[in-house]
């Protein structure tokens, strides 16, 4: 399949890869229909942020179709269409079952204090192979996958797979309640989630 990998800071290329393979029970193997870049991967690229391994398949904002299923991912079945999620959850975990995903003490193979788990990142994250590929292996693929209804298209489903979830949760750290004024700094796609998010809380006036 091609992927975009990471050789080195200002080095991306677009390559053939092997073909994911199901590694766990709890893995799908999802092909990929459309996938997008995110500020994160030009830090990576700009070499602004801690380091990617070389040969990492970049990305971690996808949607697609599932090819096939590990035997624990009952939710889930060839042909089906899904957002996959940025971070990479167990959905059994303490964290989890409390709704921190991000803070998964599972899936992060580093240990239950690494942080979170993502596709296409650094070491520390996993590292795990990314969605800006043709196809991708999903690890826990029960929680990290979101079925996708079929009037939604894929360029309106994609931003719910990292950047709109992003801007919701500023919105929402923001106690935005009804009629409430809200200041919104910086207007590039976070910042228009979160204008878009606040008026979803029904904020009042919004300054941006
Ligand atoms: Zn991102
Ligand atoms: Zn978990």
Do not use: W
């Not at 079945?77 to 975990?93: K, L, M, P, S």
């Not at 899936?107 to 204090?113: I, M, R, T, W, Y």
């Amino acid at each position: 399949m091609r992927a975009v990998v990471f050789h080195g800071i200002g080095d991306i290329r677009l390559e053939d890869v092997p073909n994911p393979q199901l590694q766990a029970p709890s893995d799908a193997i999802v092909h990929l229909t459309a996938s997008a870049i995110c500020g994160t991967d030009l830090h990576f690229v700009h070499g602004t942020a801690e380091p990617v391994k070389p040969e990492t398949i970049l990305g971690h904002e996808g949607v697609g179709l599932v090819e096939r299923a590990g035997p624990e991912v009952r939710n889930f079945r060839g042909g089906d269409r899904v957002v996959v999620c940025a971070t990479i959850a167990c959905g059994v975990c303490v964290y989890c079952r409390a709704g921190y995903y991000s803070q998964c003490e599972r899936a992060n193979p580093h240990g239950p204090l690494a942080g979170t788990a993502f596709f296409g990142g650094q070491e520390a994250s996993g590292p795990f192979p990314g969605l800006q590929a043709q196809k991708a292996r999903i690890p826990c693929a029960a929680t990290t996958l979101v079925r996708m209804p079929e009037q939604v298209s894929d360029d309106q489903a994609i931003p719910t797979s990292d950047i709109f979830p992003t801007g919701y949760f500023a919105a929402d750290l923001a106690d935005l309640r009804p009629g409430r004024t809200l200041a919104v700094f910086g207007c590039g796609p976070v910042g228009q989630c979160a204008i878009l998010s606040a008026t979803l809380h029904d904020a009042g006036r919004i300054a941006a």
